[in-house]
């Protein structure tokens, strides 16, 4: 996937939120973007998934470019977990799942029987009629992943589906997005957590205030810098140390 001089400026906003932002990343591969906060990280992803518009810039994905023409096709390769849950509190694991296979024109015994098999897969399959708002935060990001896999996408877009849930919860994601990986799909994923972005993403990208700062292999990057012992400390040298707003 790749983004070409993206701009964007919000209605109404003083400043603009993406100044030209490029980058490109290889297919098949685990890949993070990173950034302090308020870098633009969640509008660059909400360009790519086609949720908000850019005001300049191109972006291709799997080798089409998003176009009107090509819409269509980009929406069906992507799988989408957003930062904020997406799913419906008062409706079941089951019910919010076999909506949003629905909305995919997934159907019928399949799509239960993969329901099923991914609330297992993740843990849950002992939940899988209990209502959402029963749910704890860990559990409730498992799911939120499931809702943006039924329909087998071969590029899953995800913000910070790791913040504020346990270490259980972390691990058993993180071994989920590896093992999906590993059946080709490419993963591109934002998070705060650097080491483990460092531990399991091939390539990063790093922007801040809306543009790209640096992008390579976590461990290319941090022997470019002799003082760097971690991606983390990489982060700091790049973005600095003052706080953002
Ligand atoms: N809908 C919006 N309307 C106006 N300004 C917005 C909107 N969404 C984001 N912004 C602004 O754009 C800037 C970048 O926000 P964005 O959420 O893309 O950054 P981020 O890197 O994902 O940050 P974080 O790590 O805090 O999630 C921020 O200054 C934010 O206030």
């Avoid at 543009?211 to 461990?219: A, C, E």
Wanted: net charge neutral.
């Amino acid at each position: 996937m790749a983004v070409k001089e993206l701009c964007k400026t919000y209605r109404g906003a003083a400043a603009p939120t993406l100044k030209g932002l490029s980058f490109a990343f290889p297919e098949g591969k685990i890949v993070g973007l990173l950034g302090p906060n308020g870098a633009g990280k969640t509008t660059t992803i909400s360009i790519l998934c086609g949720l908000v518009s850019a005001d300049k810039g191109d972006v291709t994905i799997h080798g089409l470019h998003q176009d009107a023409a090509h819409r269509e096709a980009i929406k069906r390769i992507i799988g989408i977990v957003p930062q904020q849950i997406a799913l419906y509190p008062q409706l079941t694991a089951v019910e919010n799942l076999t909506y949003f296979g629905n909305l995919y024109g997934l159907k019928g015994p399949s799509l239960l029987s993969k329901i099923m098999h991914y609330l297992e897969v993740f843990g849950l399959e002992k939940s899988a009629h209990k209502e959402i708002h029963k749910y704890s935060g860990g559990m409730k990001r498992r799911a939120n992943i499931i809702a943006a896999i039924l329909h087998d996408p071969r590029l899953v877009i995800l913000d910070e589906p790791t913040a504020g849930v346990d270490v259980q919860s972390r691990s058993m994601i993180l071994q989920f997005l590896t093992e999906y990986n590993r059946q080709g799909a490419s993963i591109l994923y934002t998070s705060h957590l650097l080491e483990e972005a460092q531990s399991i993403c091939e390539e990063v990208a790093i922007m801040d205030e809306g543009s790209l700062i640096v992008q390579g292999k976590p461990l290319e990057l941090i022997a470019q810098l002799p003082q760097c012992r971690s991606l983390e400390d990489v982060f700091l040298h790049y973005t600095g140390h003052a706080l953002r707003d």
